[in-house]
């Protein structure tokens, strides 16, 4: 129970070891057991010489507090994620401070150092110093028992367990807790910091503490938690042995992961590093089954579950088959996601190579690499299937600054003092030997980067000197990437003479700081930007979703696979478009939508079956079509056409969501109107959209979906005559009639249903034009501003009157009370098919109002301006009746991924 119990003993017992399974070079290796701990620290004197006032705090109960609640109020919930940030924001500032002086103190005796370490009293000196400060509990990683065949080995396995805990959190399943969590590398050194759980020796359900020795599955409700986190990871089930051999275990995520039901109640996971399977191992690499574990992008797409536990010393049942079907995955993810990926990223590169930086293409390569499942050790191999050149060069570049600052980093844990000038002095003679030693190059660089990045050097670039590789390399960059991977500052002058080219040999007062780098849990930046998205939403406000915008940015900088992000970010940009459309800025409109196609693609290319994400980036397109539905019809087409394959996608990874269905059928209600189609393309499309319909109602009753539905039949007994007219009217005003049942003051179902009858009545069947009228009255009567269903319901009293319909008086006397309490409000009513009207009306007590109102009218027509005519125009141009599935917006638009506890299963 490393780092995170408060209480318990120590042990020396032996945990997960290599697996030979056939392989001779992979001996067992003495694994330690994890240790529990105290939470009685020592005293402590300073920290980089502040004095420090001990007020413990519990920081965990903060933390869980804050993730497990949630506000219906927007404002409120924003609040939360803030106070959330804040909390993280202290923490890890605290966290890296105290990293920093304990690293800097390393070397020192113990009773020298600021905050003594606490190992000696907790046990379990397999896992480095521990230390316990301010309710943080710090552990140092260390090789004591080598398990691993170099100090990094175990600083990524380290790095995994932060992995492990941003990865389970983003599976948000409910009720499973995670701690805070920050690392921090200084001086060649990794330490850990976690939040105190409240645990002890009679709380763990889940997993081993002890090696495998006892292995436990006690509890059902964490059972059932740990069953949904394997699903959605991918991960396959296992049955386990003791090492005893006297009992089995079924358990659904690795042996040495402990799930605990802490003493507040709450079931948290702790000893994360293992949460995903490993790659084939390396005969050659001692614990490289710890170390190189695969992308949970990877994972997630791997046709089959694979073992976390694969080639490990844990008594697995089938083990053979775990490791094998390992070895397939491996092979597959070096033979074919690898060379796809280096097509794609070509293909990429000739699109989008204007514009960017060297250093830009850097940072999008080693987003998109994890994003594509593939682990940055495999760079060389990528770079052996690249053919550009630039890319080459970017991918050479990061290998080096890799290589080196590996290289950097192991002298600096040589030096084991605690004087800073002695690691700057290790830093720049290092610079100053790989930037003009060619011996250095020779016997150091080149073998590092064939032993450490297979197949990255061709045999022409091993034969050049080093002279020649440093001439096509762009150094600058390397220079940078150098600084930001071990956390180096120069002057500010001597990065301006690098970039110009007109550089000396570094020394030691060159360099302004070394200064930790740090990595923490990027979750604190998506809470809040799922919660200034739904602000903004609520408010209408695109200064809020800038915002939003920015949180979403920093997430994704934390943890670039996080298709969530993506996911909501894509939502608040086609958010920010519709507030521009509102607004009238079509062009920004267009440019918000666009940019929201972007991310919608990102979060599809790490997780392809994510239907949520298709539904909006479907939405996204089909709004995008109505911009361009006139000026360019078969853009609009093409939109609308992938706005289709997108919900058809969707449908296939969540047939059950009446969402999708009824979205496609909109869009492809829209798509039968497109002017570029032919007649026999259109009915495809209204009968494709009336089966979408069919689908959305057999999972909800929802009166937007019979009412569009009904449009769609209406639609096509337009194109039809005699009996099928007919029959499909009737389907259409059957619809109607479902769409009224469930929502009898729905003005626009009136109006859809006045206007199927009107378009019957127009091919004769009079008994329609009664009827008509009356639904345009409801229409009119819900929603009185409804100008559209005002200047059809004209048309149709014009006709009821010309063709002397019994009972028009009635309607007339209706339509006068309703125009009279319309007269006070500029309009856009259409004059024509008033005069009309009037002109054949006979003349009494009504028409007399009427025509005074209709004089009103005119007078308030010429005393607009110019632009308010247009727009009048633009609003009452309704020759004939017309149809209103454009103005449904898609169902749940703002659909955010959930920003707290309970995200579903898949």
């Known amino acids: 129970m490393d780092a995170y119990g408060t209480e318990g003993s120590a042990s020396s017992d032996v945990s997960a070891y290599a697996d030979p399974d056939g392989d001779p070079a992979l001996q067992p290796a003495s694994y330690p057991m994890k240790t529990t701990f105290s939470s009685e620290a020592g005293s402590v004197a300073k920290i980089l010489k502040q004095p420090i006032i001990s007020t413990t705090r519990n920081w965990n109960e903060e933390f869980q507090s804050l993730m497990e609640r949630s506000y ?24 890296s401070r105290i990293g920093k002086l304990i690293l800097s103190e390393l070397y020192l005796d113990a009773s020298q150092k600021s905050i003594p370490p606490i190992t000696s009293s907790v046990g379990g000196v397999a896992g480095g110093d521990k230390y316990f400060f301010e309710g943080i509990f710090f552990k140092i990683p260390v090789d004591v028992f080598g398990i691993y065949s170099s100090e990094e080995g175990i600083m990524k396995s380290a790095g995994h367990e932060l992995q492990g805990v941003m990865s389970i959190l983003d599976c948000r399943i409910k009720g499973l ?97 293992r949460v995903f399977p490993p790659l084939t191992p390396n005969p050659k690499e001692k614990g490289s089954f710890l170390v190189n574990l695969m992308r949970p992008e990877f994972l997630k797409n791997n046709p089959i579950p694979l073992c976390s536990d694969s080639f490990s010393g844990f008594g697995l049942a089938n083990k053979h088959q775990h490791n094998q079907e390992i070895r397939q995955a491996t092979h597959v993810l070096e033979t074919v ?63 080096l600054a890799r290589v080196i600052k590996r290289d950097i980093r192991k002298e600096m844990r040589n030096l084991k003092t605690a004087e800073e000038e002695a690691y700057i002095k290790t830093i720049t003679d290092f610079f100053n030997l790989f930037l003009g030693n060619p011996e250095f190059w020779r016997e150091n660089l080149i073998p590092s980067i064939q032993s450490k990045y297979k197949s990255c050097l061709s045999e022409e670039e091993v034969s050049l000197d080093h002279g020649f590789i440093l001439k096509s390399l762009d150094l600058y960059t390397l220079f940078l990437r150098i600084q930001t991977v071990l956390g ?19 020394s030691p007062s060159d360099i302004d700081q070394l200064r930790p780098v740090v990595k923490y849990i990027h979750r604190i930046f998506f809470e809040e930007g799922t919660a200034l998205s739904k602000l903004a939403a609520s408010k209408n406000s695109d200064v809020l979703f800038d915002q939003a915008v920015q949180k979403y940015k920093e997430s994704i900088f934390h943890k670039p696979t996080d298709y969530r992000s993506f996911s909501n970010w894509g939502l608040t940009l086609f958010n920010l478009g519709m507030v521009k459309k509102s607004k009238g800025d079509v062009m920004a409109a267009l440019t918000f939508l666009t940019d929201a196609d972007q991310k919608f693609q990102s979060a599809i290319d790490i997780e392809p079956n994510d239907y949520k994400t298709l539904n909006k ?95 769609a039949l209406g639609r096509r007994a337009r194109k039809k005559a005699g009996k099928e007219a007919h029959q499909l009217f009737q389907e259409a005003y059957l619809k109607y009639q479902e769409a009224f049942k469930l929502d009898p003051n729905d003005h626009e179902n009136h109006f859809n249903w006045a206007n199927a009858l ?118 009452d141009t309704v020759s004939t009746p017309r149809n209103v599935e454009q103005r449904i917006a898609p169902k749940k638009m703002i659909s955010y991924y959930p920003s707290w506890k309970g995200f579903p299963c898949f």
């Open 617 to 711: 980036w479907a939405n996204c397109l089909l709004e995008e079509s109505s911009l361009f539905n006139l000026k360019d019809p078969e853009k609009s087409r093409n939109l609308l056409e992938n706005a289709c394959e997108k919900y058809r996608m969707a449908s296939q990874h969540c047939g059950k969501d009446s969402e999708i269905f009824f979205n496609w059928g909109n869009a492809l209600l829209k798509l039968s109107q497109n002017e570029m189609l032919t007649k026999e393309d259109e009915e495809k499309y209204l009968v494709s959209s009336c089966m979408q319909y069919q689908k959305a109602a057999s999972l909800q009753n929802l009166n937007q979906i019979y009412r569009n539905w009904g449009v």
């Open 488 to 506: 180096i500052d120069f002057q500010v002058e001597i990065k301006l003479k690098f970039s110009e080219n007109n550089f000396s040999p570094f």
């Open 72 to 95: 219906l109020d927007s404002e409120k919930d924003f609040q939360r994620t803030v106070r959330l940030r804040e909390l993280c924001e202290e923490f890890t500032k605290l966290a």
């Open 337 to 399: 996601t690898i060379p796809n990926y280096a097509r794609k990223l070509e293909e990429n590169y000739a699109k989008f190579q204007e514009g960017w930086t060297c250093l830009e293409w850097i940072e999008f390569i080693l987003a998109d690499v994890h994003r594509s499942g593939i682990n940055f050790r495999f760079l060389g191999l990528l770079r052996s299937h690249v053919t550009c050149q630039e890319l080459r060069q970017f991918l050479l570049l990061e290998v």
């Open 177 to 273: 807790h995670l701690p805070l969590m920050v690392l921090c590398d200084y001086r060649g050194h990794r330490i850990l910091a976690a939040s105190v759980l409240p645990l002890g020796k009679d709380t763990l359900c889940y997993g081993s503490s002890d090696g495998g020795r006892t292995i436990r599955a006690s509890n059902e409700e964490m059972n059932a938690k740990t069953r949904i986190l394997g699903k959605m990871l991918n991960l396959k089930e296992e049955v386990v042995s003791n090492t005893a051999k006297d009992s089995q275990t079924l358990l659904h995520i690795s042996c040495d992961i402990e799930g605990h039901k802490g003493k507040d109640g709450r079931f948290y996971l702790v000893d994360t590093a």
């Open 758 to 875: 009107y378009r019957e009545a127009m091919l004769g069947r009079v008994e329609n034009w009664a009827e008509a009228s009356q639904h345009y009255s409801s229409s009119l009567k819900l929603k009185p501003n409804f100008y559209a269903a005002f200047n059809n319901w004209t048309k149709v009293l014009f006709k009821m009157v010309i063709l002397k319909i019994p009972g028009i008086q009635q309607h007339l006397q209706e339509y006068v009370s309703l125009v009279e309490s319309m007269s006070s409000i500029e309009h856009p009513i259409e004059f024509s098919p008033l005069a009309d009207l009037l002109s054949l009306v006979p003349r009494d007590e009504i028409t007399c109002h009427l025509e005074d109102i209709f004089s009103d009218l005119q007078i308030q027509d010429e005393n607009l301006s110019a632009p308010q005519k247009r727009k009048k125009n633009d609003m």
